[in-house]
């Protein structure tokens, strides 16, 4: 049976911080405009676009994962049928992209990372991308692909992180394996320790994952009639477009991006995938080009989530209240940069997890290995230690004869508290109740069904930055107008995932301007006709760009009443719009449309842009604690519950609820599906995701080898919405995105702790990993 | 991707079917197409002709036999097997181990003649024909034979059928056997078995739960499905209880051949194999003293 996800508003703490309670449409279970096309397959996405003459474009990989490449032949490539254009590295106008990478010790300082958009003298990971071909037909560019003849001289590897920093391991760059490192030094952690009643030392692994979105990396790329090399494509960034420019060498406002509905992101668009091909067979042949990389070659090359090392040192009190966390973080970078660094310092600032804990150091490196590359993914850091400090949180509370709540609840950060960088929490902190919500969610005790199978539960919370770190000033903007028939327009630069990014949009300018969301279109993601929103990644868009709406969208209001006003001969304040009319304190009413006749003969603008700036802030000193790196964070707790096969060491989820404080929710029928995806994801992480990489060599390249879970996999998830209200974006909302992917892993293995008493510190959680540990084998 | 080309034939009777598989020695059958079809996808085969074998007449058949077995065509869906009252009331582990095929669309489409002229070595119903001591009927361009299907499989994906041959049924011998017993570990629902256990315990008289045969087959846990001979040895003429379970469990623990690969390691497979194999046992036991 398939239970209902419940919305529960929780008043207590709504009530405490003033929720707005009197919408009319932010916070209905709104079904999105894009549901329906996407359900009944009318959404052109990516891959579904074609153009006369188009030609068809694919990338040649690496077979290796380190080697120099002394010859590239392409001669019997180019005569082969339908060929249009080969490219390598030679043909690419700039070929280096070098990009900043901080990481703020002296043992890195201030490093410059390169990647090539086409392998030059040699290959770091397999898969690279060697070699493009556009043909008439995709047949024909993978044959002419294969036919083109790579001399590769095998070079050494190194394949492990640890063993990429010890010294005389091969180096993947010239520069240095280290690409970056990150110190938290947070009080006297020697002298905390000594004060600790029970000392818990937890070493844990976390794997390589692929994004595995439905829809792989896709896109049409064509010369528009004035020249502007036009790319259509499935990305989470449509500022893409500038770094397409640099590779061609052309006038960034000479690239334009079109960015489509996705069949998915999880971060594995956020850095560039096709475009920058596209962009150099279209300008290369003048003509539309297709390409569209097959699932084996998006998990083959595609850059995954890191793997981590955590080791964890945790003292507490007898009373449970944890005083010191001495942790160490290794992530694998594989061959290129990407964002690692970014993704090492979410790790870094979220390492001790959502605990007021008064000493804590953190020693967090990442480094270049000639593995698959590793970059962005839904939870961006801040999710791998989840795994490692739920697992220590639950630890200690079995070594002190805790309950899980009661652990939480004794160590719960609060508004006023200092996080270990320095940063204070300034707005409220509902984990406590998020973490009694999600334990009694769970209901009766399942009874096991034989003798050898036994029932555990298992809490983790965690909490997740949301918008970007305060000193990249982020920004967004969005434009709101009316059409003269009083129909609405919002148009903004925003990449909508899946999420219901631009749908959330509509509910908002439909909610100021007081017109039916029917009456509302929306214009997204397109780099030249949409005011830029930035990037559809860390959990920002709502915050940012819903205020950047939001703000558009009152500001607008406030021009159209105040010639409301003076049509009508009363105050400003006498006016107001709902219902697609302007009515007065006293019963009048004007109609939208006369009104936007009015202001058109007033010369009143009917339309605005607004721009919202982040809070923004300089670059801290990690080490010496010195102040905000987010803008804030969104806290989350789920509870598990699941049975163990002792004699084979399988386990079932029985039984999942997710709850987290969103602020405010929007849609909380996004909401929940939110909730409900990150947590399967999380699930997925938790029991069987993994991509194996062998010494450098891919083995998991087909959804045969690579598991993800199915609906008959997971249990139905239990989604509890809690509103308080006190987020930073529009209507005191936090961003979802990325936070309900974290908990899932370490919710699972405390809950087989709990029915078995193993401890897990490996993921995914395998029946296997379960069977040792439990001595069966 | 999509498959390499090739040239696509319907024939409409068994003759004609064969004279294509004459005609190009790099000809395919195409069945359900279950297993090819992601093959020919991903070009891992690229066969000249696929030979669509849907239209022959007489090979969706399942018919009860005197003996009290079954003759079962090769087009038979597992879906048919699940949905036959006679697949469950003569052959209850041929119904079980169908239950276990993929998921409802594969089981939609999918055949008995193609599973196990695939020979997936972790595939459910190769192991189940052996553990019913099944025979396989074989037509090719000279004459129809019958062979045995414990020596059907040959190797991983590799049978005994001749190039220009094509399996058209499968007989399972009566009468019913009513001690089966059938398990299997898969990482996910639906997935191929990390390994599994298909067991017949057969009583010699009227005695309850007194053994005097037992065919115990393993699959994902060798190269082919894999009778167990020893842990079936030990059986005969036992009364089955927990504790001979779990012995024949170690005795086809330590005689099963599994392989290392990304799901799981060659140890992790032959502890399954151990304790499916007491779990199957205990099932076939129970199942006779019912």
Known sequence: MRSKPTRASSTDVADAVGLERDLRLVGQRVIRHDARDKVTAATAFAADWAMPGMLHGVVLRSLYPSARIKNIDATRAASMPGVAAIMTAKDVPRNTLWTDVPGQTTAVGSLRAKLHVLAEDRVRHQGEPVALVAAETEEQAREAAEAIAVEYELLPGVFDPAQALEPGAPRVHEEGNLLAHWRVCHGDVAAAFARAAVVIEGDYRTQFVDAAYLEPESGVAWIDSDGVITIRVSTQVIEHFRDVAEVLNVPQNRVRIIGTYLGGGFGGKEDVTVEVYLGLLAWKTGRPVKMVWSRQESLLARAKRHPFRLRYRTGALRTGQIVAQEIELLADAGGYAYLSALVLLYATVTAAGPYRVPAVSVDARVAYTNNVPTSAMRGFGAMQVVFGYESQMERVARALGLSPVEMRKINALSRGDTLPVGQVVDTHVALPELAERAWAALGELTPPRAPHVKIGRGLACNFQPYGRIVWLHDWSSAWVGFEMDGSLVVRSGVPDVGGGQASSLCQIAAEVLGVPLEQVSVYIADSALTPLAGTTTASRQLYMSGNAVLKASRELCEQLLKAAAAVLGVDRDAVGLADSAVRTADGRSLPLPELLHACSRMGVPRSHLGVYHAPAGEPVDLEKGAGKVFPDYTYGAHAAEVEVDTETGVVKVLKLVAVHDVGRAINPLSVEGQIQGGAVQGLGYALMEDVVVEKGINMTTSFASYLIPSAVDVPDVRAIVVESGEGLGPFGARGIGEPPIGPPAAAVANAIEDATGARLSVLPLTSERLARALGLM | ?290
């Open chain 2, 1 to 290: 991707m999509k498959p390499a080309p090739f040239t696509y034939v319907r024939p409409k009777s068994l003759a004609e079917a064969l004279g294509c598989l004459d005609d190009d020695g790099d000809a395919k059958l195409l069945a359900g197409g279950q297993s090819l079809v992601p093959l020919l996808n991903m070009r891992l085969v690229r066969p000249t002709t696929l030979v669509d074998i849907n239209a022959l007449p007489g090979l969706a058949t399942i018919s009860p036999t005197p003996d009290g077995g079954l003759v079962i065509g090769a087009l038979v869906r597992h879906t048919d097997l699940l949905a036959s009252p006679l697949v469950r009331e003569r052959t209850p582990l041929l119904a079980a181990a169908a239950a276990h095929v993929g998921h409802r669309a594969i089981r939609n489409r999918g055949t008995v003649g193609g599973s196990l002229a695939h020979a997936d070595p972790a595939a459910e119903l190769p192991a189940a024909a052996v553990a019913l001591d099944a025979t396989l009927t074989i037509v090719g361009p000279a004459a129809r034979r019958t062979i045995p299907a414990r020596d059907f499989f040959v190797g991983p994906l590799v049978t005994a059928l001749e190039p220009r041959e094509m399996l058209t049924e499968i007989e399972i011998p009566g009468p019913v056997q009513r001690g089966w017993g059938f398990a299997e570990m898969a990482r996910r629902a639906g997935d191929f078995a990390i390994a599994g256990v298909a067991g017949i315990v057969t009583p010699a008289a009227p005695g309850r739960g007194r053994s005097s045969t037992a065919r115990l087959v393993a699959f994902g846990a060798g190269d082919t499905p894999l009778r167990l001979p020893g842990a079936a040895a030990l059986l005969a003429g036992q009364p089955i209880d927990r504790a001979l379970a779990r012995a024949a469990g170690d005795v086809a623990a330590r005689e099963c051949t599994p392989r290392d690969d990304v799901h799981a390691t060659a140890d992790y497979r032959r502890h399954l194999v151990g304790v499916l194999t007491e779990q199957v046992v205990l099932d076939c036991a129970a199942r006779l003293g019912s």
